[in-house]
């Protein structure tokens, strides 16, 4: 008998199958749902509708994030339409027995940024959210995709869901990156360098001395944006900087449970002759600090380079993205990206916004403070945290201070513009440096602009009013 | 969920990469607690000249005469990627498209429409390249088969064209006799409730 070495998505699969039939799409258990507004009423009502209970109320966690206003935590500021969907997760949650991070409460966040640090995130699991940025928790180990309202209903009633086995990628990204290139920019390399689909029907597994040594909101900013090359989920193995990140958070197993959950982690990475159906090697040194130009995450460039022109595709369906993403994008194929100039900076979304996001902006917001510079009079700046604590935890550091000095908005957490369910959108002709994950047609308000850039390149395009190369 | 056999319909081609369920269904109209109301919204910014939706574009596909009562929608690679609303699906439904063609399709957008009961079938490149050549001259009618994993067409020679498509056994069994997935499920709860019994205390 032989045995058959294992990718880590292999392993959280048998780990999870509930039943594999020959004619039945395989069923898994699933061991975390976040929900929020969302995208969860219709799932309630069609509960109410057969009059089936959720089967594990504890195994869902529910928190407000896409609708609500960043300026107000009244329930009601950001419009009929949103607090209709609060209240509604109000009462569903109430019915059903889920507990929830309401309006103000010090647990409330993004929920891909309350996860974690909640320690409700945890290696070796499955997490789904009917959001498609779910894909963030496999930075953990986790095994987490966004999944349709349809599917939410369905692990409401059967704490499972069918999927079918997903393809396997490796993305090793080899050596160390350069000095001031951070986890956006290794995200945004690896989609330039795949295409905006070039994962799709993949799990891709991340890994490569530069993907080990970051830190765990790091490889969430990289595992945040799987979804953006079309990737089913993104994975990076945990290890001790996982074990040492979830220890002592407050929803994570403590004390010999801890032990014995450590033990069983430590057993999930790829082993070592397992065979990747796909694998991508990227040098790290080669990354350097990026800034989409089109309007899909892939139409992706380095900042010391120039805005493409259709000729530089070969492939004729290409051609015609650039052509339709420069109209789009008001930019001349030629132009250098240093001499884009910008109208809107918004550092935020579930890609961006923890603490280590806000230091690093607020670090470069502080070396331009230091020669007396502050936001460009033409720019209009805003900073989102994540979560209520993260909020908390810069305000104790004093970055709020440093970035309101600096002429920034400081406001309260939630998803905000990143796709402007609330009233953070942008308008048309709006120009705007953001470090969410989407730069699609409209994403941020009806004819506006987006660069997806890291929180440095945000916060140095905020004061310059342009894209500047920090690095040299 | 209504069962899926065969369809038969005018194919309405968006020449278009990469749509994603933004573009679908944008922002601003999720914010219903129903499941009806969408389809009037559906591809707002691309449909309407006006943020309310009042003046129609004459330039987009939708809006032209020859597409009207349009049930089949032909698509471009990678199409439904981004957010995984399920809204995007169920505006498509509500709008009146049984059925979405492409080379490609974003796994999350595929597996909300099989869930409910639009027909996403991806077709090869070359296939999908002799659909959008005939679809703007012609009033192209596809017939849809779903039990036979067959597209069908008469084409400018009066000869019968087919493709042939695949889903997986499950999906395909699922449309065909629109099941309720949830209550399949809950039909397997011995097999839950031993998986449950054998997961590690931590988990």
């Known amino acids: 008998m032989t045995t058959t070495a294992k990718t880590m998505y292999e392993k959280l699969w048998q780990n999870h199958l509930v039943e594999d039939l020959a004619d039945e799409t395989p069923l898994l258990f699933v061991d975390r749902h976040l929900i929020h507004e969302v995208t969860s009423p ?60 309401g309006m103000g409460h010090k647990n409330q966040g993004i929920a891909h940024v ?118 089913k989920a993104g994975l990076v193995a945990p290890d001790q900087t996982t074990f040492d990140y979830v220890q002592g958070k407050e929803y994570a197993p403590k004390g010999d449970v801890f032990e014995q959950a450590v033990n069983d982690w430590q057993q999930l990475k790829s082993d070592e002759n397992a065979v990747f159906d796909a694998v991508l090697t990227l040098e790290a040194k080669d990354i350097k600090a990026q800034v989409t130009w089109g309007t899909t995450p892939g139409q992706v460039t380095s900042i010391d380079s120039k805005v493409p022109s259709p000729s530089d595709f070969s492939d004729p369906v290409e051609q015609e993205s650039c052509k339709q993403a420069l109209e789009y994008m008001d930019l001349t194929a030629g132009t250098k990206i240093t001499d884009i100039s910008v109208n809107k900076v918004f550092i935020g979304s579930c890609t961006n916004s923890r603490i280590e996001d806000l230091r690093a902006a607020a670090n470069v917001v502080q070396s331009y403070t230091d020669k007396g510079q502050s936001v460009q009079s033409s720019v209009d700046a805003i900073i989102v945290p994540g979560s209520y604590r993260v909020k908390a935890q810069a305000e104790s550091e004093g970055l709020d201070k440093i970035f309101s000095d600096a002429g920034f908005e400081w406001r309260l957490p939630g998803c905000s513009m990143c796709l402007g369910m609330n009233d953070d959108v942008l308008t048309a002709g ?9 730069n699609f047609e409209g994403r941020q308000g009806r004819g506006s602009r987006t660069h997806l850039v890291s929180p440095e390149m945000a ?11 920090l690095n040299t | 969920m209504e069962k899926f056999t065969t369809h038969s319909g005018l194919v309405a081609p968006l020449d278009i990469a990469n ?59 990678n199409f439904g990627c981004g957010s995984s609303r399920e809204h995007a699906p169920w505006a498509l439904e509500e709008y009146g498209f049984k059925v979405i063609i492409a080379p490609s399709f974003a796994d999350i957008f595929y ?93």
């Open chain 1, 42 to 101: 219709q799932a309630f009502a069609n509960l109410r509708f057969h009059n089936r209970p959720v089967r594990h109320p504890e195994r869902t966690i529910a928190t407000m994030d896409h609708n609500i206003s960043t300026r107000s935590i009244k329930i009601d500021a950001a419009g009929e339409g949103a607090a209709n969907q609060l209240r509604a997760l109000e009462k569903n949650c109430k019915d059903f027995g889920i507990e929830l991070f």
């Open chain 2, 111 to 203: 597996g909300n429409c099989i869930n409910i009961g639009l027909l996403p079938i991806k077709l090869r490149e070359a296939e999908i390249e002799q659909l959008f050549q005939l679809a703007p001259d012609a009033q192209l009618n596809l017939e849809v088969d779903l039990p036979n994993s067959k597209v069908s067409f008469t084409n400018d020679a009066g000869k019968q064209v087919e493709f042939n498509f695949s889903l997986s056994k499950f999906q395909q069994y699922s449309l065909e006799n629109g099941i309720d997935s949830v209550g399949w499920t809950l039909g397997k709860l011995d097999k839950i409730k031993a998986f449950e019994a054998k997961m590690p205390v931590w988990q």
């Open chain 1, 430 to 438: 709006d120009r705007c440096a953001s470090t969410s994950n989407r």
């Open chain 1, 114 to 231: 309350m996860g974690p640090e909640l320690g409700l995130t945890l290696p070796g699991t499955i997490i789904v959210c009917g959001d498609s940025h779910t894909a963030t928790h496999g930075a953990f180990g986790s095994l987490a995709f966004g999944i349709g309202t349809s599917e939410v209903e369905h692990v409401f009633a059967t704490q499972t869901l069918r999927q079918n086995k997903a393809k396997t990628m490796k993305i090793e990204v080899k050596g160390q990156v350069g000095k001031g290139i951070s986890a956006k920019d290794i995200i945004l390399a690896i989609i330039g360098k795949t295409g905006s689909a070039g994962a799709t029907g993949y799990v891709v597994e991340y890994c490569g001395e530069a993907i080990e040594a970051l830190s765990m909101e790091e490889r969430m900013t990289v595992c945040n944006m799987s979804i953006e090359f079309g990737a």
């Open chain 2, 19 to 77: 749509v994603d369920t933004d573009q679908i269904i944008p922002k601003q109209f999720l914010q219903k607690t129903e499941r009806i109301g969408f389809g009037k919204h559906l591809f707002h910014d691309s449909r309407y000249l006006d943020h309310s939706g009042n003046e129609p574009n004459p330039d987009f596909i939708l809006n032209k005469a020859a597409y009207q009562g349009a049930s089949i929608l032909l698509a471009r690679e």
């Open chain 1, 459 to 469: 916060a140095a395009a905020a004061i310059t009013g342009h894209f500047v190369d």
